[in-house]
């Protein structure tokens, strides 16, 4: 076993990776959360803009924010719930 492996590892990116998609994250990012954040944003709003005028675009922006919030939303809520599951096997191990 390379132990060295399993310290690259240890990095939530890795962490979130395995347990939403069960595989290992390709690529680690050291940009902070909201670079992360506002850098999508921008690509797909750059897309989103190419294709529609301004009275739908307004509309679908809407629509996306509305479904990222509740998506944001559930997986906060699962985040919660799965910390919550792993202190309690680190409490009662």
């Given at each position: 076993m390379n132990l060295d492996?399993?310290?690259?590892r240890t990095n939530l990116q890795h962490f979130q990776s395995f347990l939403l998609q069960g595989n290992d994250c390709v690529e680690v990012s050291n940009?902070?959360?909201k670079q992360r954040i506002d850098e999508a944003r921008r690509t797909a709003f750059k897309k989103i803009?190419?294709?529609?005028?301004?009275?739908?675009?307004?509309?679908?922006?809407?629509?996306?924010f509305d479904y990222v919030?509740?998506?944001q939303d559930v997986h906060m809520e699962i985040g919660i719930i799965c910390g919550a599951k792993l202190i309690f096997e680190l409490l009662v191990d």
């Open positions: 492996n399993i310290f690259k940009k902070p959360y803009e190419e294709k529609f005028f301004n009275e739908e675009l307004d509309d679908i922006a809407g629509n996306i919030s509740v998506a």
